[in-house]
């Protein structure tokens, strides 16, 4: 009988043990693998994208190569895992990835329901529609009737529904897995528009067979903040990505780029001093080193740089900063400060 | 009283935990609780750690507004109808492609088992041909090949060839004018109810008749009668209760009217002709495996082929054949989940798809969507085996 009694008692401690040990286990998993598991798009230039030789790019993949920087010193020591639209919640919730940072936008229900939680926006996007040239459309509020291909699992679907009741318009939601079907699907006449978020329509129409023969239509139907999200439980996991981002917005603010942070290094400004770990509280708060902000910025650059370089004039996309230009340009990217 | 008799011829009566009945039952009752303990102990695990993550759990969401639309519906729906609804729709798109899938297989698949075996070198050469390539290609990617195969050479709907002013085909589908029943149909469909009784009747007091007295009586053509001519009287009698609506161009696609969506109709081919490569083959080994003295017997008492066929082979092969029929079926059904991948709203793209994610509730929506697999193949599986009992060898 004593013998069950420390059975059960050891059961039940174990139990107790594995669902209490889960705050700041994300971190510390992460640690001792020694790298960060992204979760990011299966393949959207611009945001992410890899290339022949599997090397991965992009504003979202900038934001994991950000956090492995903060955490490692090391940019590269992420590894990246493909998901669909569908796919996504679900591969965070289980575990499997340790962030997603995916055009994923930012919703009460994701927030509150899922389990998740957002790290902040690194892209402010808006749902638009693309059709071709050869239709004469010139406003949304003429595609009264019209089909529309999506993908599924997205907010895009809802939006779309919103839309057209409010506007008492008619339409037939053709729904695939992946962009990329979606994108066949539009190019083969299934649908009339194809409706995403404004950037991913640029992003898409490069895979045309005839990116000319189709127009990006001037509304924009929704609010669609996209950010990093981490999964819910792990506190200090959720800091280090959202302040990976921040230190990203906050060094396009001083002007520290990847080119000059070394010679910032010997600058007076406190907030620069404070942002490259010279005084303050530098890295202790989050748990990383010192120097964890420098090396963002020197391996992965600032925000205004990622963004240049993935989806604006350096890139093929050429999307104007409008609302992802910083606060104090007329923009909306804004981070709290570091001190 | 076997039982008494062993024990008394035994020197004494052993204790009570050393008796193998009580052993056996003993651990048998062990196993039952420990596996009973491990599913409880999963279960709760489960829901303590969806709770301590902060993700909603329960079936409530089935009653939330969906908010999103679906391309093709067998009942009414539309953004403001719940997430329970979404699962009807695609639970009944599940079923339509499922049991349509199955009919069309069953027919190629007879077709070209048959021909396979045919005396025609050109013929067999053809099935074997067909059975080697289809049988021998992923699903996934004649599901492809067939969906943009079927789209890519299809013009717009604006240039939609248009038969009779009555059928356009485009690449937004096949649409057709679709029936509106005016009052006083009712009348036409009870008509074609009674017929089909009568011919059920008539068909087997003509067996029963030729059984006794060896007299034939032509069941096929009174039958045909019967089925067209009473509707016909019937919808004449109440004045042609029956209009159509016409599909109509409009700016975009065609409105009103029926339509056969692209997705439909290229799932339908892939699945069909998959499914029925595989039962060609069941069918072919029905056939070899009946003797073929049977049809040497057969044509010595002279019956012509096409009734030695219908009359003795086939009979006695389905007996061999019913059984692969069912595992293909359930196969045919289970894999019309590939839909997902063209965009077709069966029940995996709509409700284990875009329901998932948008309410989150992963363990729910699986769990449902298996449930639902699970019971539709039982079903499949339960009929066929009535089936193969009624058409076994009754042994006398």
Excluded at chain 1, 216 to 225: A, G, N, Q, Y
Excluded at chain 2, 102 to 120: D, E, P, Q, W
Aim: hydrophobic fraction near 45%; charged fraction near 15%.
């Amino acid at each position: 009988m004593k013998k069950i009694h420390v059975i059960a008692s050891a059961v039940a401690l174990t139990a107790t043990l594995s669902t209490n040990a889960f705050a700041g286990a994300t971190l510390d998993a992460v640690k001792k693998k020694g790298f960060v598991q992204c979760g990011v798009s299966i393949g959207l230039p611009g945001f992410s994208n890899a290339d022949e030789k599997g090397n991965w790019s992009g504003l979202d993949v900038d934001v994991c190569r950000a956090v492995a920087a903060a955490l490692f010193a090391d940019a590269n020591m992420v590894k990246y895992t493909p998901l669909t639209a569908k796919e996504r919640f679900t591969a965070l919730q289980s575990g499997e990835i340790d962030m997603l940072s995916r055009n994923t936008t930012w919703t009460l229900t994701r927030d509150s329901s899922l389990g998740l939680n957002f790290a902040g926006v690194n892209y402010y996007d808006g749902q638009g529609f693309m059709v071709t040239k050869k239709l004469g459309v010139k406003s949304a509020l003429e595609l009264d009737g019209a089909s529309f291909c999506i993908q599924a699992g997205t907010t895009t679907e809802l939006n779309l529904a919103d839309y057209f009741r409010s506007n008492n318009m008619k339409y037939t939601p053709v729904t695939f897995d992946t962009s990329d079907e979606t994108v066949k699907a539009f190019d083969a006449g299934r649908c009339d528009a194809l409706t995403s978020d404004q950037s991913q329509l640029y992003a898409l129409r490069i895979k045309l067979g005839n990116p000319d023969g189709a127009t990006v239509l001037p509304e924009v139907i929704s609010k669609e903040p996209l950010g990093p999200v981490t999964a819910q439980g792990d506190d200090e996991w959720y800091k280090i990505v959202r302040w990976s981002l921040f230190a990203m917005v906050n060094a396009e603010e001083m002007g520290i780029t990847s080119g000059n942070v070394d010679a910032k290094m010997s600058s007076d400004d406190p907030n620069v001093r404070r942002l490259l770990g010279q005084e303050g509280i530098k890295g202790s708060g989050l748990g990383l080193a010192d120097g964890w902000a420098a090396n963002i910025i020197k391996q992965v650059g600032n925000y205004g740089e990622s963004f240049e370089r993935n989806v604006g004039q350096g890139s093929s996309l050429k999307i104007a900063r409008g609302q992802n230009a910083l606060w104090n340009k007329g923009g909306l990217q804004y981070a709290p400060p570091i001190r | 009283m076997a039982d008494e008799q062993r024990a008394v011829s035994l020197p004494a009566k052993p204790a009570l935990w050393r008796r193998p009945a009580v052993r056996s039952i003993f651990f048998q009752i062990l196993l039952v609780v420990g596996i009973g303990y491990f599913g409880y102990t999963i279960f709760q695990n489960t829901l303590n750690n969806l709770e301590q993550r902060g993700i909603s759990t329960g079936f409530g969401f089935l009653d939330q507004e969906a908010g999103f639309g679906i391309l093709m519906t067998l009942v009414p729906f539309d953004e403001t109808y719940t997430y329970g609804r979404t699962f009807l729709v695609g639970l009944l798109n599940t079923l339509l492609v499922a049991g349509l899938g199955i009919f069309f297989a069953t027919l190629i698949g007879f077709m070209m088992g048959v021909a396979r075996l045919s005396s025609n070198w050109i013929i067999s050469r053809l099935a074997t041909v067909y059975i080697e390539v289809f049988r021998n290609i992923p699903l996934l990617l004649q599901i492809l090949f067939w969906y943009f195969a079927v789209l890519r050479p299809l013009p717009g709907p604006r240039q939609s060839l248009i038969l009779n002013d009555t059928f356009y085909l485009s690449n937004r589908g096949l649409y057709m004018p679709s029936p509106v029943y005016e009052q006083g149909f009712w009348l036409v469909m009870l008509a074609l109810g009674v017929a089909i009784v009568a011919s059920i009747f008539i068909a087997r007091w003509a067996h029963k008749r030729q059984e006794a007295t060896g007299q034939q009586f032509h069941t096929v053509l009174t039958v045909i009668g019967l089925v067209i001519g009473l509707p016909l009287l019937a919808f004449l009698v109440m004045g042609m209760p029956l209009s159509w609506d016409f599909p109509v161009l409009q700016r975009f696609n065609m409105a009103g009217g029926m339509v056969i969506i692209p997705e439909l109709a290229a799932l339908l081919v892939a699945l069909s002709i998959y499914t029925g490569a595989f039962i060609a083959e069941a069918v072919r080994s029905g056939i070899l495996a009946v003797s073929h003295g049977q049809t040497e017997a057969a044509h010595a008492l002279g019956l012509r082929p096409g009734s030695t066929l219908r009359l003795v082979i086939i009979p006695q092969a389905l007996r061999v054949i019913i059984p692969q029929l069912t595992s293909q079926y359930l196969n045919l059904t289970k894999n019309s989940s590939l839909a997902t991948a063209i965009g077709y709203p069966d029940l995996v793209a709509v409700f284990a798809g875009t329901t998932l994610n948008q309410t989150g509730q992963a363990v729910e929506v699986i769990a449902m969507t298996m449930a639902v697999y699970l019971a539709i193949s039982l079903s499949i599986s339960m009929f066929m085996n009535w089936y193969n009992k009624r058409i076994q060898l009754v042994e006398r």
